[in-house]
């Protein structure tokens, strides 16, 4: 914390306790109704206690967003890790279907062939057949190759390919009236990252390829306009990027908008 103290109070408490936070991003982007990541999920059995069976006000908060679940045109999932996913599906008559019916579902085509082709524990299996397969099942999952430079999948709206936690994981570029945002997925979990890139998760597939993808991330966006929404970071989610000291920060930006978390 000595050298980041600009992380208290909003991101870490006065011993250095990290907080963290799980959101998703509900937008609107030429007419379409975007959601980016659908976070934890109501009612799932998760290895996770604090995850485990969750009973939230997420549906009832997005609608009063204006984002009623049957009327979201594209849910853009940033990779498929179990929060990240969880809202894809909710309960109806025992079997698990799609919350978001007339939406198109995106994931990279890497991340899926990765676990797909992997020996998954059980609590992961568990996550897909009531989270990824039933979205899969019903014709809404799309699959995407996403280039080097990044791959646009609505008007104004870019994959760009951040491996390393996963290997297909993407962030999201979201532009408008000259005007760029980015959401980091999980190739920045924490601002303390950003003072220190080679920070990694303990469930980073490959950690040196997302210390590598962190800092040229960071890189490409530091002392530029584009703002910066951290999936995992506690509100103030938004900021800029600012080189400091060698490494990066987070200035938080004042926001009209709070996003809509598990």
């Given at each position: 914390?000595?050298?980041?103290?600009w992380?208290?109070?909003?991101?870490?408490?006065?011993?250095?306790?990290?907080?963290?936070?799980?959101?998703?991003?509900?937008?609107?982007?030429?007419?379409?109704?975007?959601?980016?990541?659908?976070?934890?999920?109501?009612?799932k059995?998760?290895?996770?206690?604090?995850?485990?069976?969750?009973?939230?006000d997420?549906?009832a908060?997005l609608?009063?967003?204006?984002?009623?679940?049957?009327?979201?045109?594209?849910?853009?999932?940033?990779?498929?890790?179990t929060?990240?996913?969880?809202?894809?599906t909710?309960?109806?008559?025992?079997?698990?279907?799609?919350?978001?019916?007339?939406?198109r579902?995106?994931?990279?085509?890497?991340?899926?062939?990765?676990w797909?082709?992997?020996?998954?524990?059980?609590?992961r299996?568990?996550?897909?057949?009531?989270?990824?397969?039933?979205?899969?099942?019903?014709?809404?999952?799309?699959?995407?190759?996403?280039?080097?430079?990044?791959?646009?999948?609505?008007?104004?709206?870019?994959?760009?390919?951040?491996?390393?936690?996963?290997?297909?994981?993407?962030?999201?570029?979201?532009?408008?009236?000259?005007?760029?945002?980015?959401?980091?997925?999980d190739?920045?979990?924490?601002?303390?990252?950003?003072?220190?890139?080679?920070?990694?998760?303990?469930?980073?597939?490959?950690?040196?390829?997302?210390?590598?993808?962190?800092?040229?991330?960071?890189?490409?966006?530091?002392?530029?306009?584009?703002?910066?929404?951290?999936s995992?970071?506690?509100?103030?989610?938004a900021?800029?990027?600012?080189?400091?000291?060698?490494?990066?920060?987070?200035?938080p930006?004042?926001?009209?908008?709070?996003?809509?978390?598990?």
């Amino acid at each position: 914390m000595s050298r980041t103290p600009w992380l208290s109070p909003d991101f870490a408490d006065e011993q250095g306790l990290l907080r963290l936070a799980s959101h998703s991003f509900a937008l609107e982007a030429n007419g379409m109704r975007v959601l980016v990541d659908t976070g934890i999920g109501n009612g799932k059995p998760r290895a996770n206690p604090a995850w485990n069976n969750l009973n939230s006000d997420y549906e009832a908060r997005l609608r009063a967003a204006g984002f009623a679940p049957e009327n979201v045109d594209l849910v853009i999932l940033t990779h498929l890790h179990t929060d990240h996913v969880g809202w894809n599906t909710r309960a109806e008559g025992g079997t698990w279907v799609p919350t978001f019916p007339n939406a198109r579902y995106v994931t990279s085509r890497t991340e899926w062939d990765h676990w797909a082709g992997v020996d998954m524990e059980e609590a992961r299996r568990q996550m897909f057949r009531d989270s990824v397969h039933p979205v899969r099942e019903a014709g809404l999952f799309d699959l995407v190759d996403v280039a080097d430079e990044g791959t646009d999948v609505a008007p104004g709206i870019r994959l760009l390919p951040t491996p390393g936690h996963t290997p297909g994981q993407v962030a999201v570029e979201v532009s408008s009236r000259g005007e760029t945002a980015l959401i980091t997925g999980d190739s920045v979990h924490h601002p303390v990252q950003m003072a220190h890139p080679e920070l990694c998760s303990c469930v980073d597939t490959a950690p040196e390829l997302a210390a590598r993808t962190r800092s040229r991330l960071l890189d490409s966006l530091a002392d530029t306009s584009t703002l910066l929404l951290g999936s995992h970071f506690p509100p103030p989610t938004a900021g800029h990027v600012r080189r400091e000291d060698g490494g990066y920060r987070l200035v938080p930006a004042p926001s009209e908008d709070t996003p809509v978390g598990d």
